[in-house]
């Protein structure tokens, strides 16, 4: 039998770590956890995720209608719904703004991939949504393209939503991408990014799926994808809005690597700014010269 007093209390443990981690100013953020097949448990709306209570924790059903509790659900509750009906084994959700992935969900930048273990292993390829007004059900329905295979999305210009199995697995994953958000800014700030090569991608890969953790490019989906590229979300990209701009994208890997490649060679490659600012100056310096 569930003990909901205590799923109130861990719901508040969660709302004070989000608060404390600066991922919900003021009133930002919800977190709601599943107890039967008809009733979810929901924070409530305007009130501040580091000093709930669990009286302050209301119930409301699958459709959205507030079944129980003083104070009024949260007015972004039919996300959290939304996932639930998707899938079954999620039992606990959690939607929070944190500000360096927000970074990324508001330039649009997607999440760079093959860069860190503990990433590809826990969280994979990370989708952008397409933008949205929150609240409605218009919202709810961005997360449909990815909710099945991933367990956190990024919402354009607005935050994230993750969910798992409890309430603390389900915010784990936020304060994972959070974290690895901030190193790629930091490692972007002193000049550059490495890559895993595939070989290493693919031993991480068949690790994950050693321990039990599913990822769409271990499927013969994706067998044929480019491990390290984005491709899982990739087709989502244009529709939101989404473009490599602060990051380059890794090297080519998997079977089309080769074409690739040689595609490259083979077509003279955009210049980059500095050498534009070097070929100008030389030129100018020439004729400078002839004048002389």
Known sequence: MLNTHKIKQDICEIGRRIYAKGFAAANDGNITVRIGENEVLCTPTMHCKGFLKPEDISTVDMTGKQIAGAKKRSSEALLHLEIYKQRPDVKSVVHCHPPHACAFAIAREPIPQCVLPEVEVFLGDVPITKYETPGGQAFADTVLPFVQKTNVIILANHGTVSYGENVERAYWWTEILDAYCRMLMLAKGLGRV???????????????????????????????CDVCANDIFRDSWKAAGIERKAFEAPPPMGPNAGKAAASSSSSSAPMSQEALVQMITQRVMEELAKKS
Not at 202 to 224: F, V
């Open 194 to 224: 490495n890559y895993f090569d595939e070989g290493k991608e693919r031993e991480l890969l068949d690790l994950k799926q050693k321990w039990g953790w599913s990822d769409p490019r271990n499927t013969d989906e994706y067998k044929n």
